[in-house]
């Protein structure tokens, strides 16, 4: 493996005491559903009865695609940095969420193909003025691609100095959801039919564009895994009944990354991976960053158990996504807009689980029958 990260599973010992204390809260077993399910998880992330949310943060990556350049996405790619600045001025949807919600936003710019130097509310952590068109050749060298994971993770270490132990990530990429559907396709193994949606509005004429751009593409990454050395694994290899199970080489794995996915994409994926080792919890967004995590997953399974799956968005394929990966979303709101406006939605929920946990009096308490 390329890039090495120490995942742990979270130590289960507390779970029995967790539980009891969540069971003896005054109210009938189980009846605040997903809150308890999350107390249970931030309980276990922060090896606590008594869970806290600290200083949240929402980390945006931006960064440019080659690969719109073959008019995969409705949107033109100054679209990208013209956004960038909207977010340093304050406007975006990202940034009244943030408000909203008390994080602190960091946008970070990994790979626009934009001077945005001037602006000093962007962070200029350029790799370069966005990726290589995939339909010929890898998206980025593998020197790229350690650059960018450890961009994202140096960015969380940054965060937890700052004392902040909850993350929310977001994107801003034009053509971003074609390297996404194939990532899902790929790691999921699911017919790339079944992984590409409309991303910023595609008529149904454009979705079958895309889907033949991207066939191609992937011909010619099937073509390079023999040039690389790096036998493909077929699915009868690989596949588990259950597709969240599914093994594959991390080599493999990560020429995938690599070969398709954003710098901003790959920041992210560093972020997430980074934040899991330090036992931060990772609030994931819709189709974009649930491929990012998918792609986490699969390197470093342990990972998962640092996450919160936040939205279910409106773009295709991404319900099965989620499903692949046994995730269960706190929302689904319709949204597909990104940036990361669905985790920062459900952001209230995961405070209302913290606040149930905290705040709630147990049947001695509160002097209540105990009646189960």
């Given at each position: 493996?390329i890039t ?253 990354i690599r ?31 649930s491929a ?81």
């Amino acid at each position: 493996m390329i890039t090495e990260f120490y995942i742990q599973q979270p130590d289960k010992k507390i779970r029995p005491k967790a539980l009891d204390k969540i069971d003896n809260l005054n109210k009938p077993k189980g009846s605040l559903g997903r809150l308890e399910e999350l107390a249970m998880q931030l309980c276990l992330i922060q090896q606590t009865l008594a869970p806290t949310l600290k200083h949240p943060c929402h980390i945006l990556f931006g960064g440019d695609h080659g690969i719109e350049k073959e008019g995969v996405s409705i949107s033109p790619r100054e679209v990208t940095w013209q956004q960038m600045i909207n977010f340093a001025k304050g406007g975006g949807g990202v940034n009244m969420f943030c408000r909203q919600h008390g994080f602190r936003l960091k946008i970070v710019d990994v790979g626009v193909d934009y001077n945005l130097s001037s602006y000093s509310d962007i962070r200029n952590c350029k790799i370069a003025n966005g990726t290589e068109n995939f339909l010929y050749k890898p998206a980025m060298s593998q020197v790229q691609y350690i650059e960018a994971i450890e961009t994202g993770s140096s960015l969380i270490d940054e965060c937890i100095e700052e004392g902040c132990n909850i993350i929310c990530l977001g994107e801003m990429g034009i053509a971003n959801t074609s390297a996404s559907s194939i990532f899902m396709s790929l790691m999921g193994n699911i017919p790339l039919s079944e992984c590409i949606g409309a991303g910023a509005g595609l008529a149904s004429s454009g979705v079958e564009h895309k889907k033949k751009i991207l066939e191609k593409a992937l011909h010619g990454f099937r073509e390079s895994l023999q040039k690389e050395g790096l036998a493909e694994h077929s699915a009868s290899e690989t596949q588990d009944k259950d597709k969240s199970k599914n093994k594959y080489s991390p080599e493999y794995l990560e020429y995938i990354i690599r070969y398709f996915g954003g710098f901003e994409m790959v920041a992210a994926i560093g972020a997430m991976l980074r934040a899991a080792e330090k036992k931060i919890t990772v609030m994931i967004d819709g189709f974009i960053m649930s491929a990012c995590a998918l792609a986490a997953i699969r390197l470093y399974p342990n990972s998962q158990d640092y996450m919160i799956f936040c939205h279910c968005s409106n773009e295709g394929g991404h319900k099965k996504m989620l499903e692949i990966m046994q995730a269960s979303p706190l929302l689904n709101l319709g949204l597909r807009l990104g940036e990361g406006t669905g985790a920062l939605c459900a952001y209230p929920i995961i405070e209302s689980a913290v606040r149930m946990i905290n705040e709630m009096n147990n049947f001695a308490e509160a002097k209540i029958t105990k009646y189960f």
